[in-house]
Each structure stands twice: as structure tokens, then as C-alpha cells.
């Protein structure tokens, strides 16, 4: 499968634990973003890369999120000391252009 | 700044019968404009976009979306709705071509039988 593919597709954590997702992108695609989608609602976004720079980060990424695009290939979002409000799918999209999106990862936070 | 209004939570339809998924925008500059479907439990898909030229835009599974600028508008349609259908659509908006994707709140379809 050549598409986006994203790690794990779910997880469930107590509140105060961090959490990492993984984002692999589709081969030779420069461009990653992360999208957060909520309940009920479109996905909103939170950061993208081009390579290994991050270029933008929207103020739903607060000081506990950090993500990360090493080498410009795969890229990790991390949540610090989680919330209940955290809980969402996480999307991942890369593209040269036109946006792929993987299948998510979707948190709980309990 | 770029926004977009998805016109109904949720769109009710018998099998058959015409869909009509209703998006409107904002841009301050001619927008790249995308209709996406998710189904439960998965990533989305991109159904079609609208970049320049016509704008009558075809997409898969039978969906077309007309960009009509004088009312900022961008629905998609399809004349027969099949069961297979049934899912969450998503109205987007982009500055150009390698931006940050704004998203409308969506619109759940329901085929009835």
C-alpha cells in the first residue's frame, strides 16, 4: 500500500499521560500536515511541514503538543500531560500537492 | 481570511433521489474549492475540487459540484442517490496550492430505502 498510513489507529490513555503518533507519508511527498477533527465537526488544522522545517502552527497547538518531521520523512505529533479535551481523530495528509489523508489516529483520553 | 458554511448537519434522501449537499464560501482571492466524503471509522476521501477552468467539476461515484462565483457557492449534487452513499460530507476551501485546508463542519447524508 503506497498511500498515507498513520500509528496506531487508536489509543486510549488515562488523563496526564503523553501520547506520540506516527505519520508516514506517501514516498517523495515534501508537504505533511496534521489536522485534529472533533466529534461532530470538520477537521481544523494544526501544523504542516515542508521537509523537515514546520512551517505553520495553528493556536489550536498549544504548549503541550509538539510535532516533529526528522530527515523530512515521517513525522510524530506528541501530547504532553493529555486532557479530556484532547480526545479527536488525528489526521495526517501529504502531498506535492494535492492532499492525501491517512486513516487517522483516533485518542480517548479518560 | 477563508471560511466555509455547509448549509445542513444533516440531508435526509430516498433511495433514488436527487442529493443535494449545499456549501458556501468565503475567500479573498479565487479559492481552490474540494468536496471530500468519510466514511465511519475511516480517513477522507477526496470526491472532487475545483481549481480554474469549467466550472461544472465531476467527480467520483457519480458527484458533480458547479463553482458559482457571483454566489460563492459550490454544491454538490448527484441525481440518484444510492444506499451506498450514506456517510459524512465535507466542503473545503484553499488559498493555493500547497495551503492549509479549511474545512466546513460537514453535512451527514441519509438514504432512505
Known amino acids: 500500500d503506497t498511500g498515507v498510513s498513520q500509528d496506531p489507529r487508536h489509543k486510549i490513555t488515562k488523563r496526564g499521560q503523553n501520547v506520540t503518533f506516527r505519520c508516514d507519508p506517501i514516498?517523495?511527498?515534501?508537504?505533511l500536515y496534521w489536522y485534529r477533527q472533533t466529534l461532530g465537526q470538520g477537521p481544523e488544522f494544526l501544523t504542516y511541514?515542508?521537509?523537515?522545517?514546520?512551517?505553520?502552527k495553528s493556536r489550536l497547538l498549544s504548549d503541550r503538543f509538539s510535532a516533529e518531521r526528522p530527515k523530512g520523512s515521517f513525522s510524530t505529533l506528541e501530547i504532553q500531560r493529555t486532557e479530556q479535551g484532547d480526545s479527536a481523530m488525528y489526521l495526517c495528509?501529504?502531498?506535492?500537492?494535492?492532499?492525501?489523508f491517512g486513516p487517522g489516529t483516533r485518542l480517548t483520553v479518560l | 481570511a477563508q471560511s466555509v458554511t455547509q448549509l445542513g448537519s444533516h440531508v435526509s434522501v430516498s433511495e433514488g433521489a436527487l442529493v443535494l449537499l449545499r456549501c458556501n464560501y468565503s475567500?479573498?482571492?479565487?479559492?481552490?474549492l474540494f468536496w471530500y466524503v468519510q466514511y465511519p471509522n475511516q480517513g477522507l476521501q477526496l470526491l472532487l475540487k475545483?481549481?480554474?477552468?469549467?466550472?461544472l467539476v465531476k467527480g467520483i461515484n457519480g458527484f458533480e459540484a458547479e463553482f458559482k462565483k457571483s454566489e460563492t457557492s459550490f454544491h454538490l449534487t448527484k441525481p440518484s442517490a444510492h444506499m451506498s452513499d450514506a456517510a459524512e460530507y465535507f466542503c473545503?476551501?484553499?488559498?493555493?496550492?500547497?495551503?492549509?485546508?479549511?474545512f466546513g463542519k460537514g453535512t451527514r447524508l441519509h438514504i432512505l430505502p
Open positions: 514516498s517523495e511527498h515534501n508537504r
Open positions: 473545503a476551501v484553499r488559498l493555493n496550492r500547497d495551503d492549509k485546508i479549511i
Open positions: 475567500s479573498s482571492v479565487p479559492p481552490y
Open positions: 495528509a501529504s502531498s506535492t500537492g494535492e492532499q492525501f
Open positions: 511541514f515542508q521537509n523537515e522545517a514546520q512551517l505553520e
Open positions: 475545483y481549481t480554474t477552468g469549467a466550472t
